[in-house]
């Protein structure tokens, strides 16, 4: 499996931004998916999932009402779009695949890693 991640960049505080995350090597709609982040000096944070097992989408409590996972079976795309963002939101996103089984959102669960891409906020 092969995790392309894209559309980090540079944003204001209350900006937006939207990152994809195409893969090949294995079909999205059938596996679980996640974004993950982390920022410098902290470890790995689990940020949305979508399980395929039972459907539950799971949202960080600091990211709540401000992202929303998404995935484009027919191309095979992954998506976390980033509304009202903050400096806190400063971090390294990764996306990430599990079995179709998985249900729950940690990192340890999910063996297949995007390479990262990188999400600055800041006036």
């Known amino acids: 499996v092969q995790l392309q991640a894209s559309g980090g960049g540079l944003v204001q505080p209350g900006g937006s931004l939207r990152l994809s995350c195409v893969a090949s090597?294995?079909?999205?709609?059938?596996?679980?998916i996640g974004w993950f982040r982390q920022a410098p000096g902290k470890r790995r944070e689990a940020v949305s999932c979508?399980?395929?097992?039972?459907?539950?989408?799971y949202y960080a409590d600091s990211v709540k009402g401000r992202f929303t996972i998404s995935k484009d079976n027919a191309k095979n795309t992954m998506y976390l779009q980033m509304d009202n963002l903050k400096p806190e939101d400063t971090a390294v996103y990764y996306c990430?695949?599990?079995?179709?089984?998985?249900?729950?959102?940690?990192?340890?669960?999910?063996?297949?890693w995007g390479q990262g891409t990188l999400v600055t906020v800041s006036s």
């Open positions: 990430a695949t599990a079995t179709p089984l998985t249900v729950v959102c940690v990192d340890a669960f999910f063996p297949s």
């Open positions: 090597g294995s079909n999205l709609d059938r596996s679980t």
């Open positions: 979508i399980s395929h097992k039972d459907g539950t989408t």
